[in-house]
């Protein structure tokens, strides 16, 4: 059997979760010539909302309305993070045109370009973050001025109780009651994709409103599990909206997500549109350095080998999950070109002995350390290659969950690869 012609490219970027997206589109959307490869994503574990910095200092559990002041403060008091070698003017180029991306791909964003916003979670509790769903942004005004509000839950769909919501913001919120749906037209157990897919018809968000509108009395707006369609949930909302006289919004539901499948939707079209080569659900199965300095990569699937051949490599394979990193007995590996894994000395150092110490755990801030320009380096402090470039949470040194700055680490730092990159090519 021929073996088939290497696959050329530009650039290669290995992950398919939020910086390994980011940075093909990034890098696509710049006339770089991009190929994709990754397996494992936890995108549609996401909630749609988009974390700049909610919390510092993370022991202190301070949370910061003002996310600059937060990253200007942690770039002083931890300047090995990876914010700290960025610009305020770099990390707000990132994160604005990834989300004019996602508007463009008919997923909208809102946010307050000078602070965090307020918003529901799924739990009744409220969450700060800063990039907000436009199928969102209402239920947070609704909040903000405590307006007359109905939450509605389907009966039989797991992960969203309007009851709980109200059960634990009735206190806060005096002009707030709940109700249940019931939906004769999935039989059986709700899943959210089944309703999501359901609403994208026209006929059953008709249906859905006629349930509505006698639910409303003198409520000014309506929240619901953010089941409103997989595509252009917003024009569904405003269809809805038309129908029962008061505003729509819906509240993120319990992972894995409509809100994740979205975002996944939204940014696969917009490297598709853009020219990006994907081999998902593929792995790197080899790498090698030609002379030239090229990346020489095997990558496969069951009985399916190809090799790409590129000029750079953006690695973004996330950390355990992803399987960026793992985990042996004695210590933590990078699984693709065995780079250094910033961690503790000893196993017995990864984790507190208190799960909810305020310390946090030494093992949610190990990864592979770079220089300013996001190249790993190797044993001894020197650069590991010039044309390789790290993205993401397998980052060291960014305790991100706690922080509540993953997607923004990921954005941004896929985009400082990526500039990185271009300068190098110069």
């Not at 696959?7 to 390994?20: E, P, Y």
């Not at 749906?181 to 409103?209: D, M, T, V």
């Not at 509240?251 to 979205?262: A, D, K, M, V």
Request: proline share 6%.
């Amino acid at each position: 059997m021929k073996t088939p012609e290497p696959i050329q490219c530009d650039l290669l970027v290995i992950g398919a979760g939020m910086a390994g997206m980011a940075a093909a589109g990034f890098a696509a959307v710049r006339g770089i010539s991009t190929v994709q490869v990754g397996t494992t994503s936890a995108i549609i574990y996401a909630s749609g909302l988009l974390d700049l910095m909610g919390v510092h200092p993370v022991g202190d559990r301070l949370f910061r309305t003002d996310p600059w002041a937060a990253i200007a403060s942690l770039s002083k008091d931890q300047p090995d993070h990876p914010y700290a070698c960025l610009s305020p003017q770099d990390i707000e180029a990132a994160f604005g045109e990834f989300i004019t991306h996602l508007n463009e791909a008919g997923l909208p964003y809102c946010r307050q370009i000078a602070q965090n916003t307020e918003v529901l979670t799924p739990t009744g509790t409220i969450k700060l973050t800063y990039g907000v769903p436009q199928s969102m942004w209402v239920g947070a005004k609704a909040w903000q001025n405590k307006w007359p509000c109905l939450l509605v839950d389907f009966k039989g769909l797991m992960g969203f109780s309007a009851r709980q919501i109200y059960e634990t913001l009735k206190d806060q919120w005096p002009d707030l009651r709940y109700s249940h749906i019931e939906w004769p037209e999935i039989q059986g157990e709700l899943y959210a994709e089944h309703l999501a897919l359901q609403f994208q018809l026209s006929k059953y968000r008709n249906r859905l409103a006629e349930i509505l509108k006698p639910m409303i009395f003198h409520e000014k707006a309506v929240g619901m599990p953010a089941v409103l369609g997989i595509k252009a949930s917003s024009s569904i909302i405003v269809d809805i909206e038309k129908i029962i006289g008061c505003r729509v919004f819906e509240i993120p539901t319990l992972p894995p997500s409509i809100t994740g499948i979205r975002l996944r939707e939204a940014m696969a079209q917009w490297l598709s549109e853009n020219g990006v080569r994907t081999f998902y659900q593929m792995k790197v199965l080899q790498v090698q350095v030609a002379k030239s300095g090229d990346f020489v990569l095997y990558i496969g699937q069951d009985d399916t080998e190809l090799t790409v051949r590129a000029k750079a490599v953006v690695l973004a394979s996330g950390r355990f999950i992803g399987q960026g990193l793992k985990a042996g007995r004695s210590k933590i590996r990078e699984t693709i070109f065995d780079l250094p894994v910033c961690q503790p000395y000893s196993r017995k150092e990864w984790y507190q002995p208190d799960f909810l110490d305020p310390r946090g755990h030494a093992i949610n801030c190990c990864g592979i350390t770079t220089d300013d320009a996001f190249r790993p380096l190797d044993k001894d402090g020197c650069i590991f290659h010039p044309r390789l470039f790290v993205a993401g949470s397998i980052l060291a040194h960014a305790d991100w969950m706690r922080m509540k700055c993953g997607s923004g680490l990921s954005i941004v730092t896929a985009y400082a690869a990526v500039k990185a990159y271009l300068k190098y090519k110069e």
